[in-house]
């Protein structure tokens, strides 16, 4: 359980922040109504459309995502209460005047709350400024911290270099939200390197999840855990453009990517073989097929019962299976680094000058 500044407790949830995609809206459609229960999405809108508004009806009873439109121009189409199915605002603290009015009239007909969005590279203006940011959130939107979940989001940690700066600011960011009571604290990051171009074909390369091993720093902090789902935080190539069937498997603490390149014979043999080593591997749950939508779609083309699918399948089946697997192992015991101490006083206060 995490336990929520005010002292309350809130519900153990991952959340992801995911692209409105296909392959992304496809996987959630898939997850049952337990893994629902636990699990609070953030979708990035890039583009509004039918098919977007479809996929959203599409997702499961109890499965009610937020929704970042930061990347639209604030005009009608924008306006979360407009689209019809139920949605959970989240808001940058940059949104303007007339969006956090729109943000706040969606918050009211549907959850009666909303995701804060701090994020770690681009709010750079330090405590006071983050407050004043938030208390004009909470005044425009009609809204008070404890219909909040801050979401502080670390950007791209994809190195160790990465992780090293990320670690300290990202307490800072924490430490200043316990000035405020919020409904829940999240971290998140992306892990996922910006590009897969350059790594080997025809094998399983292991990558660490540099985005975990973060949370896990932070584990004394009792904050939630949230990342950038199977692809970068930094949009761009995610490893499909060279449309190479390409699967993203997470496991303990690392993930396993397949780029099958192999000549000779059609797609659909190229991605079965793909498939036929991903089920032989060690890293395949014991639960085989049922341990989620994903895994039951990659076995049933490793056996060749179906086609290879498209990029967005591949991007479906991962995503699917990263969801399944990051749940699990937010309900059992947090594996691997000891929990790191609180920075000494000496550091806090260089911390708590004009920025963070």
């Not at 499909?240 to 993930?255: F, H, I, K, S």
């Not at 479906?316 to 969801?323: I, P």
Request: include cysteine; aromatic fraction near 8%.
């Amino acid at each position: 359980m995490v336990p929520a500044h005010g002292g309350r407790v809130a519900e153990p949830v991952y959340r992801p922040l995911l692209a409105s995609r296909r392959g992304e809206l496809e996987a959630l459609a898939h997850v049952d109504s337990a893994a629902a229960a636990r699990l609070a999405p953030v979708l990035i809108v890039s583009t509004v459309d039918g098919s977007l508004l479809d996929l959203l009806g599409r997702l499961p009873a109890g499965l009610v995502p937020a929704v970042d439109v930061s990347a639209l121009p604030d005009v009608a189409e924008a306006e979360l209460v407009r689209w019809g199915v139920p949605v959970v605002p989240a808001i940058g603290l940059a949104d303007s005047d007339r969006r956090l009015v729109a943000h706040g009239v969606a918050a009211q007909a549907y959850a009666r709350r909303a995701v804060i969005r701090l994020r770690a590279g681009h709010d750079r203006s330090g405590p006071d400024a983050a407050t004043a940011a938030a208390e004009r959130i909470w005044r425009l939107a009609r809204l008070v911290p404890e219909q909040c979940d801050l979401l502080v989001d670390a950007g791209d940690v994809c190195c160790p270099a990465e992780l090293r700066a990320a670690e300290p600011r990202i307490r800072r960011l924490v430490q200043w939200s316990r000035r405020h009571a919020w409904r829940t604290v999240t971290v998140a990051a992306g892990g996922m390197p910006p590009t897969l171009h350059r790594l080997p074909t025809d094998e399983p390369v292991r990558l660490d999840r540099w985005d975990w091993q973060l949370w896990q720093r932070l584990a004394d902090l009792g904050v939630g855990y949230g990342d950038y789902g199977v692809t970068p935080a930094t949009p761009g190539d995610d490893g499909a453009a060279d449309r190479l069937p390409t699967v993203r498997y997470t496991a303990d603490g690392v993930w396993w990517v397949y780029r099958w390149s192999r000549r000779g014979g059609r797609g659909d043999e190229r991605f079965a073989d793909l498939c036929r080593t991903l089920v032989s591997a060690p890293h395949w749950p014991a639960a085989g097929a049922g341990f989620s939508w994903g895994d039951h779609e990659l076995l049933r083309r490793a056996r060749r019962v179906a086609g290879a699918g498209s990029p967005a399948n591949w991007t479906a089946w991962s995503t699917s299976h990263h969801v399944a697997y990051v749940l699990a192992a937010l309900a059992g015991p947090v594996s691997g680094r000891r929990p790191r101490r609180w920075p000494a006083a000496e550091e806090r206060g260089r911390a708590t000058g004009p920025g963070w």
